[in-house]
């Protein structure tokens, strides 16, 4: 963006303000309430924002006030994975947000562990063809991390506009899984922005990631290790895979130089692991989605749960956003798309290769801007498992000489082990969740609420079981 084109942001962010009256947040945008949802004291907002008017690209979002004092708190943006996956409906009413779909797939409950007692929270559904995000152009729909960068750029250009109030707000970069590519990427982005921009820039404070995929031939190979270590896979499978199995410079759908032994091998382990098991949680039980669906038809209460999570919740979801009175509220799928709501994308058809990009370069980038990163890991994850995460993130601190300022060792959460945590050069944090899976909030949300509060406010994960006045303040 030019000084000129900076000049004409100010001027509408100036008539944003003079006309929106307090924090100039556009009316239109307001979601009044949604179906079946519990009484709340906080705002929410949600629609379109153009990200390309010639082609008619455009993303949607769903904005949440912080539940107190949202003047004062951060912005933090998060984007689900896939590719091809919805944030609103992965981040916003499956994990962080302060919404779930009750068991009859026909209204709302809370949340009680929303991240927006921290935070005010953004998601997006990103890239168009994801979810109600859409273009008039068939051609966007093939699509790839450079063109999903550079639209996310634009979206937050676009959506400043409309909530002036956040331009110099602190803004925090988070998400999970293929997010290891999105928000580093977005960031490297927003950096250039600033270094290129005279008059406004975005206050970035750091970046979060969790359980995400960052290099895949190491990532990949973690996976076997896992089902390994956890006893889902025998010493022969595992040691033929170790030894057999040539990851290096791994390509989808198989490793490089692959052996007839490593194939087998491969095979062999996904069929002993079997159907019956949740990799993205290997202890959460399966939900069967028959019986949910025709429960749902039924409008009955079709919500079970293992460990105190709702299992069936992916299919309550869909049925809920599906809902014409759902749609309306939201102000979602104004061209009344020829296909349903779905947590990932059928239309969208993203560059594979792009998936084996390493990311840590990017990371480098970011940290040595003086960026802080957080990665945290699920670990009852076995689809980006902490056994590549911890040691990528290790590899990184080292080419960058980052050294180790806090010791790897248990942080606490309710006196109880929250997972274990190490810093390194009081800008890179590996942090595990224990107990959690491949989406944190969803399987541990009270641990993950804590250590997303951590990290907005700059602070450490605790390393004592004693009371400390910020867990008696914030209650979680």
């Known amino acids: 963006m030019g000084a000129s084109s900076c000049w004409v942001f100010l001027g509408l962010v100036i008539v944003g303000l003079l006309v929106g009256g307090g924090n100039g947040f556009p009316e239109e945008h307001l979601v009044k309430a949604l179906p079946g949802q519990p009484e709340v004291g906080f705002k929410q907002y949600s629609g379109y924002i153009d990200v390309d008017s010639k082609a008619g690209r455009s993303l949607f979002y769903y904005f949440v006030e912080a539940e107190t004092d949202p003047d004062r708190k951060p912005l933090t943006l998060w984007l689900n994975g896939g590719p091809g996956c919805s944030s609103i409906g992965g981040g916003a009413f499956t994990e962080l947000g302060p919404f779930f779909p009750r068991g009859d797939g026909r209204g709302l409950r809370r949340n009680k562990m929303s991240w927006n007692k921290a935070s005010n929270l953004l998601f997006v559904e990103s890239p168009a063809g994801v979810g109600w995000s859409y273009s008039n152009t068939s051609s966007d729909y093939n699509s790839g991390d450079e063109k999903t960068a550079m639209d996310m750029h634009m979206f937050m250009v676009e959506w400043l506009k409309k909530f002036p109030s956040f331009i110099s707000r602190d803004l925090f970069l988070t998400g999970e899984s293929y997010a290891g590519h999105y928000i580093p990427q977005l960031a490297a982005k927003l950096l250039e922005h600033n270094k290129n921009s005279a008059v406004y820039k975005f206050n970035i404070k750091g970046v979060a990631i969790g359980n995400p995929l960052l290099k895949l031939d190491r990532d990949v190979p973690a996976t076997y290790e896992f089902f390994w270590s956890h006893g889902m896979i025998s010493d022969e499978i595992g040691l033929t895979i170790m030894n057999e199995c040539d990851f290096e410079d791994y390509t989808f759908p198989s490793p490089h130089n692959v052996t007839t032994k490593c194939n087998s091998a491969i095979s062999e382990a996904n069929r002993i692991v079997g159907d019956y098991i949740n990799n993205y949680d290997v202890i959460l039980d399966v939900c069967y989605p028959s019986i949910v669906e025709q429960e749902l038809r039924l409008k009955k209460m079709a919500t079970k749960m293992s460990m105190g999570v709702d299992v069936c919740m992916t299919f309550e979801r869909r049925f809920y956003f599906n809902l014409p009175e759902v749609q309306k509220a939201l102000h979602a799928n104004r061209t009344n798309l020829p296909y349903g709501w779905s947590m990932c994308s059928s239309v969208l058809n993203y560059n594979d290769s792009d998936g084996t990009t390493d990311i840590l370069p990017v990371l480098k980038q970011i940290l040595q801007n003086r960026t802080p990163v957080w990665i945290f890991s699920g ?98």
């Not at 980006?384 to 590899?395: A, D, I, K, N, W």
């Not at 990184?396 to 050069?425: D, M, S």
């Not at 990290?455 to 303040?473: C, I, Q």
């Open 379 to 476: 670990d009852q994850d076995s689809v980006v498992p902490l056994l590549g995460s911890r040691t990528l993130v290790r590899e990184l601190a080292h080419e960058l000489n980052l050294q180790v300022t806090v010791p790897y060792g248990a942080w606490f959460h309710k006196r109880q082990v929250g997972g274990w945590v190490t810093e390194y050069g009081h800008l890179l944090t590996f942090a595990t969740v224990r107990g959690a899976a491949h989406m944190v909030p969803y399987a541990q949300p009270s641990r993950a609420l804590h250590l997303f509060s951590s990290f907005v406010r700059g602070s450490r994960l605790p390393n004592t079981t004693a009371p400390m006045m910020d867990d008696l303040k914030l209650k979680y």
